[in-house]
C-alpha cells in the first residue's frame, strides 16, 4: 500500500468533503488509527468536517469529544453542523461549553448560533447575541448581519429584521433573500415585490433562492402577471431551468392564480420531479376540483417509485374532499397505517372530517374525532363546525362551536359560523346570544375580501369599503349588468353585503 503521511491522509479526507464520499472517509479513519495519528489535530478536525459535511454527526461528536486540543475551527464545525442539521439545542450547548472553555465567537461561529436561537424561538438569546455582535463589531459583516435578521424573522420582528437590513452598508442575494422571503411570510406582499425591484436596481441578480420566494409572493396575492414575468426570467436564465424548486414554486404560483393549465404544462417540462413536485401538483388539481386526475396522479407517483409522506397524504385526501370523492378518501385515510408506515396526523383528521362533513356524515366524523390518539386542534374542529353550518346540524355544531371557543376565543369566525347554524333553523335566541357575546368579547366581523390584477396592478375590493377611487363607475357597471345576470335582479346593495 505504501507508506501514508498525515499529510496525505488529510490530503483525502479533504477530497472527500465535497463528494459525500463518506465510505471512503471511514477507510481513511482507520488507516489513521493503523498509523497511529489519531492525535493529529489536524486530522482530528479533517474528521470532524468530513462527517459533519456528510450527516453523520453522532461519529462527528465521538471525534470532537475524543479531541485533546480544540481548535476554533473544531468548535466551529460542530456548532455550525448541529445548526444546519437543525438540531438547535446541541448546538446552543457546545456553544456555552465553547464561551466556558474561554473562546470568544468570531464572524463563523455566529451565524449558526443566530439559526440555533430563531429555531428554538428563543429571542433573548438573540437579542443579548445580538447587543455581543455590536460590541465586538461584527455587525456589518454581512454573513453576521444577514443572520441576526434572519433571527429576527423567524422571531416574527420584522421592525428589528428591517432595520437590520437598511443597515448592512454591503447586502448580497443571501441578505434580500432573507428579507423577501420574511415580508412574503408575514403577508406583506406589496412591499416584498418593492423590496424585490429595489434588490433587482442596486444590481444584485436574482438566484436559485429569490425565485422560490418572489413566486410564493406572486401566488399568495394573485399577482399572475408579475408572476408570469419571473418566469419568463426563468426560461431565459437556462440555469433555473433545471432547478426542482423553482419549477415548483412555478406549479404552486399558478395553482395559487387559478392557472390549472400552467401548472400542468411546468410540470409536463420538468426535467426532474420530487416528492415535492408530485404532491404540489396533486394539490393543485385538488384545489381546482379536479379529484379524478388527482388520484390518478397519485397512483402513477407511487408506480413511479415514490413513497408518499404526510404532506402527500394531506394533499390527496384534500382533493378527494373538494370533489366529494368520499370513498376513494375513507380507503386511503384508512389504509396510511398499513400502506405507508405512520398514523394518520391531525392534518389527515381534519381533511376526513372535511370530506365527511361535507357530504353530511356528521355523526361519523364526531365518532372519527372522539377515536382519535391524539388531542383534536382547531383545524379538526373547524372543519366539523363548517360541516355542521353547511348542513344545518345544530346539535353536534354547538359541540363543535364551543370546542373552538376554548381553542381559538379571539376568532370571530367561530361564533360567527354558530349564529349562521342558528339562523338557518330560525332559532333567533340563539342568534341574539352568539352575537352578545361577540360584543361583550369585542369581536367584530372580518370584512369579505376579492381582487383582480389589472395592468399589472392588484385592486382590492373589500365588503361595505368603498374607498377605491372608481367605486361609483364600478356600482354603475354592476347596476347595469345585474339584471342580465339571471331571473332575479341583482341590486347594487346585493354586491355590497
Known amino acids: 500500500m505504501g507508506l501514508k503521511t498525515a499529510s496525505s491522509l488529510s490530503c483525502i479526507l479533504r477530497k472527500c468533503v465535497p463528494h459525500l464520499a463518506i465510505s471512503h472517509a471511514k477507510q481513511t479513519h482507520a488507516q489513521i488509527l493503523v498509523h497511529g495519528f489519531i492525535s493529529n489535530v489536524t486530522l482530528q478536525t479533517d474528521l470532524l468536517l468530513v462527517y459533519s459535511k456528510c450527516g453523520v454527526l453522532q461519529d462527528a461528536r465521538q471525534v470532537f469529544d475524543k479531541m485533546v486540543d480544540r481548535n476554533m475551527h473544531s468548535w466551529n464545525i460542530l456548532i455550525a453542523s448541529y445548526a444546519h442539521n437543525c438540531m438547535f439545542y446541541d448546538a446552543l450547548g457546545v456553544f456555552d461549553s465553547f464561551l466556558k ?22 429571542s433573548y438569546l438573540g437579542k443579548m447575541l445580538h447587543s455581543w455582535v455590536i460590541r465586538i463589531g461584527f455587525e456589518e459583516h454581512v454573513v453576521v448581519g444577514g443572520s441576526i435578521m434572519d433571527f429576527y424573522a423567524k422571531c416574527g420582528d420584522l421592525v428589528d429584521a428591517w432595520r437590520c437590513f437598511v443597515n448592512l452598508s454591503m447586502r448580497d442575494s443571501i441578505v434580500w433573500n432573507v428579507m423577501i422571503g420574511a415580508l412574503g411570510k408575514a403577508c406583506f406582499f406589496r412591499h416584498a415585490l418593492e423590496c424585490f425591484r429595489d434588490m433587482l436596481d442596486e444590481g444584485v441578480k436574482m438566484d436559485s433562492r429569490t425565485v422560490p420566494s418572489i413566486l410564493s409572493v406572486c401566488g399568495r396575492e394573485g399577482n399572475l402577471m408579475k ?20 419549477g415548483n414554486s412555478l406549479i404552486d404560483m399558478y395553482t395559487k392564480c387559478g392557472c390549472l393549465h400552467d401548472s400542468e404544462k411546468v410540470f409536463r417540462t420538468m426535467n426532474e420531479l420530487n416528492l415535492v413536485t408530485w404532491t404540489s401538483m396533486i394539490s393543485s388539481y385538488g384545489v381546482h376540483g379536479k379529484g379524478e386526475e388527482a388520484l390518478a396522479l397519485f397512483k402513477k407517483m407511487k408506480y ?12 390527496i385526501l384534500a382533493s378527494c374532499s373538494h370533489s366529494g370523492l368520499i370513498d376513494q378518501g375513507r380507503k386511503i385515510f384508512y389504509s396510511i397505517n398499513l400502506d405507508y408506515g405512520f398514523d394518520p396526523s391531525v392534518e389527515h383528521y381534519a381533511c376526513m372530517v372535511d370530506l365527511l362533513g361535507r357530504f353530511g356524515d356528521l355523526e361519523e366524523a364526531f365518532e372519527l374525532i372522539k377515536n382519535m390518539k391524539s388531542v383534536a386542534t382547531a383545524s379538526v374542529w373547524g372543519a366539523l363546525l363548517a360541516g355542521c353550518l353547511m348542513h344545518k346540524n345544530v346539535e353536534i355544531g354547538e359541540i363543535a362551536a364551543h370546542c373552538l371557543f376554548e381553542l381559538e376565543p379571539r376568532n370571530s369566525s367561530n361564533y360567527i359560523a354558530l349564529c349562521g347554524i342558528y339562523y338557518s333553523r330560525g332559532m333567533w335566541d340563539g342568534v341574539s346570544r352568539t352575537r352578545a357575546k361577540m360584543r361583550e368579547l369585542g369581536m367584530v366581523k372580518t370584512p369579505g375580501c376579492s381582487w383582480i390584477t389589472v395592468a399589472g396592478r392588484v385592486h382590492k375590493f373589500y365588503q361595505r369599503d368603498f374607498s377605491h377611487p372608481e367605486t361609483e363607475m364600478i356600482h354603475e357597471m354592476l347596476h347595469g349588468i345585474c339584471p342580465r345576470v339571471g331571473d332575479r335582479e341583482m341590486t347594487t346593495e346585493s354586491w355590497q353585503a
Open 101 to 122: 472553555m474561554g473562546f470568544r465567537p468570531d464572524h463563523f461561529t455566529l451565524p449558526p448560533v443566530f439559526k440555533a436561537s430563531g429555531g428554538i424561538g428563543d
Open 304 to 315: 413511479c417509485g415514490f413513497q408518499p409522506n404526510c404532506v402527500t397524504i394531506t394533499a
Open 227 to 246: 408572476g408570469k414575468e419571473i418566469h419568463a426570467q426563468v426560461v431565459k436564465h437556462h440555469i433555473f431551468g433545471c432547478d426542482v424548486a423553482i
